[in-house]
């Protein structure tokens, strides 16, 4: 999927969480978290111990496109240091093994961490190296974890597909926040027919199925007919698409079928 | 984030819509997807003219753990026949271009799908060829469009992380079916302190405090007693957690600075 319009700025949603790694392995990871994080508007992302060191040029290259996310990482030696100016801290993890902790899933999480930046608080979101996930002593310094509903007998996901789904959640929430409607009719610049065009298109239709016989026996006619303007109606028709119909039902009156003398065809198209 | 119980079966989420890839390119894709797709408990898979030819060994490899959707896909050599059975089609891309479309975002249409489904109808959902999307005459097929919110200034997902996202609000959804609370206290095995213990337990705690001075001056005492109650009371409190706390009040109690004698603190350890 893809579409990005470098025409638009980056809805700002800043303040947002940070999101921080905890010792990751694979710089194409790293590149890649980066790229998850600016899908979802987020920018801030904190590196403790990474395993190949910082900079690096696999992250680099694999967060094509999303540059200012690896130019802005701040780099950490301990948890508790990335961690230290933050007031909400959320751990992403299957399953808080042995600890008495909060669960919760990623769209209440990102409800939560509204509330929170709206207060005042700087909130991070933790996410553990690839294979073995967050050691116990960084889920202990959570104040939530995160677990993503999934089916649970495949929940294995890679780390930026679990920064993806977190982030979603929030970019989610913050866009509906600027809008209104989760379904629009994409219709470009075609206005929408006015309801005279539509009544003109019926009254066509009608008197050419009229002529056609189909509106038979009389006494069904009326709820034939509120069927057919139930049906274009809620189509809700652009113009240019009323006229495409008008053009139709004078194509399919017009047709002749084969066998009849071609020139009677064409003297009936220059009558009109 | 790891954490797949083998142990437990797949979400039964069947009947559930189909994925239909056209044109996919590279076989690694091909695994993702698969991957992506039992995540969220999808199994049914479609191909449309993969570039590859199919099977395909790297498909295979790389969709570890998610063999059961690869063994099951289904080869059609237009998208017209991988199509033909289905009710109600919705295309992934980011822009319906040229087309009057309703556009929906995956949340929404997660909601009409489980609706359609419930009707009898079978779904489907088309995704392009990782470079290029669909092209315009597969979107015509299409009832909708399914446009997932991101930043768009970076809109750009690899094939596996849209059928994700698409795939997890449908999960999710429909998860939710069997589900009460997106948030939850998972304590384990360890039963929650009853009032009773809790009342203990401040009773204990205010005695230390009185004894330590803390609770000073008089009049300001049981607004203190109510607020350390408020604080402690919210975290419910799990018994073995109750017991921890005694432990610690005990320890800071029987605490003695550096430079008293070492033989008194034995001696008083000793007496209990």
Not at 153 to 167: M, T
Request: overall charge negative.
């Amino acid at each position: 999927m893809s579409g990005t319009d470098r025409t638009k700025g980056a809805v700002a949603l800043e303040p947002a969480p940070v999101i921080i790694l905890i010792d990751p392995q694979l710089g194409e990871n790293i590149g890649m978290v980066a790229r998850a994080m600016l899908n979802c508007g987020l920018t801030r992302l904190r590196l403790v111990r990474p395993r190949d060191g910082w900079p690096n040029a696999t992250a680099e290259a694999a967060a094509s496109g999303a540059a200012e996310v690896i130019e802005a990482v701040q780099l950490f030696d301990s948890t508790a240091a990335a961690v230290a100016d933050l007031q909400q801290l959320y751990a992403t993890t299957a399953r808080p093994r042995g600890m008495v902790k909060q669960v919760v899933e990623p769209r209440l999480a990102a409800r939560q961490i509204e509330g929170a930046i709206a207060g005042g608080e700087k909130v991070g979101i933790l996410f553990g190296p690839e294979r073995s996930g967050l050691v116990n002593d960084d889920v202990a310094l959570a104040d939530r974890v995160i677990e993503v509903p999934l089916n649970p007998a495949f929940r294995s996901l890679n780390l930026a597909q679990a920064v993806l789904l977190v982030g979603y959640e929030w970019f989610v929430l913050r866009a509906s926040q600027d809008r209104t409607e989760p379904q629009r009719l994409d219709r470009g610049e075609a206005p929408l027919a006015d309801k005279a065009e539509m009544i003109n298109f019926f009254q066509r239709l009608e008197g050419a199925l009229d002529d056609a016989g189909f509106l038979f026996p009389p006494e069904k006619r009326p709820g034939m007919v509120r069927n057919l303007r139930s049906l274009f109606g809620r189509l809700a028709l652009t113009q240019p698409e009323v006229n495409t119909l008008h053009g139709i039902i004078s194509a399919l009156r017009d047709y002749e079928p084969p066998g009849e003398a071609p020139s009677a065809e064409v003297d009936r198209v220059f009558e009109k």
